[in-house]
């Protein structure tokens, strides 16, 4: 059996579709993956659970209503460097001020109006600039399948 976090996007659009699974079952599946992996992998940041399945609530209500969007209430992550409305984007470094963004960036506003549901923002390096994933601001990120490596720069 797959585990619901690992679901490719286009089989959970199908199975919501098919009300085999939906976006709020999905949602707790990801935030239990996330509890349990974040402290390892340290990839995360700006998650905000009860926002998450809000989305996730919101788009089961579009699915059951027959207004489903193209990806909705599939789960996302952006890179902390995509601006959303009311999370501060550090940009991986320590001296950047904690200022919430006023608005959501271009990709973070077409992933909300498609129906995805955005679950966390993703670290980065400083910047975004070095290679070494190193960040001022974040602990260093693990490879969630060697965890003696980093997934390198700004991955």
């Given at each position: ?116 549901v955005l679950v966390c923002k993703t670290t ?14 974040h602990k260093l990120s693990r490879n969630p ?11």
């Amino acid at each position: 059996m797959t585990l619901l976090h690992a679901i490719p996007a286009t089989e959970l659009l199908r199975a919501y579709a098919q009300r085999r699974l939906s976006p709020v079952e999905v949602m707790h599946a990801v935030l239990d993956r996330i509890e349990h992996s974040e402290p390892r992998i340290a990839a995360t940041w700006a998650l905000d659970a009860d926002a998450a399945l809000t989305m996730a609530h919101e788009s089961e209500t579009r699915w059951r209503n027959g207004d489903a969007r193209e990806l909705e209430g599939v789960p996302v992550t952006l890179k902390e460097n995509i601006a959303t409305e009311g999370t501060p984007v550090p940009l991986g470094c320590a001296a950047t001020p904690l200022v919430p963004a006023l608005a959501d960036a271009p990709p973070a506003a077409r992933l909300r109006e498609a129906g995805a549901v955005l679950v966390c923002k993703t670290t980065m390096p400083d910047w975004g600039m070095l290679s070494s994933g190193l960040s001022s601001f974040h602990k260093l990120s693990r490879n969630p399948w060697d965890l003696t490596k980093t997934p390198g720069g700004s991955s």
